[in-house]
Nanobody, 123 residues
Framework: QVQLVESGGGSVQAGGSLRLSCAVS????????MGWYRQAPGKQRELVAD???????NYADSVKGRFTISRDNAKNTGYLQMNSLKPEDTAVYFC?????????????????WGQGSQVTVSS
């Protein structure tokens, strides 16, 4: 019912920047939180950044000071600005959104994921 479409991935040199976008669509009543996760080859998926609707944010220690999570509430779109990229940041990045969707006569909670975006940082 709620779909997330990511864009903005690609390949960059170390020290460069990328901005990932995550467009949320469907019968959305309210997005309570959005976050970004990543999974590198041979490793488990890990939290990169998470943001609640009230503005509280959490970042992985490895990206603090380099990555910034934000959201355009009017467009139901989340962003992850990635600066000073390192080869260690190479991974598939997944957007996540949690909140409430509207039905005919009720609300339902949702927890949806984007399709994944490849980010490759070369040295």
């Amino acid at each position: 019912q709620v779909q997330l479409v990511e864009s903005g991935g690609g390949s960059v040199q170390a020290g460069g920047s990328l901005r990932l976008s995550c467009a949320v669509s469907g019968r959305i009543f309210r997005i309570n939180a959005m976050g970004w996760y990543r999974q590198a080859p041979g490793k488990q998926r890990e939290l990169v950044a998470d943001s609640a609707s009230g503005g509280n944010t959490n970042y992985a220690d490895s990206v603090k000071g380099r990555f910034t999570i934000s959201r355009d509430n009017a467009k139901n779109t989340g962003y992850l600005q990635m600066n000073s990229l390192k080869p260690e940041d190479t991974a598939v990045y997944f957007c996540n959104a949690r909140g409430l969707s509207s039905g005919a006569d009720n609300f339902k909670s949702f927890d949806s994921w984007g399709q994944g975006s490849q980010v490759t940082v070369s040295s």
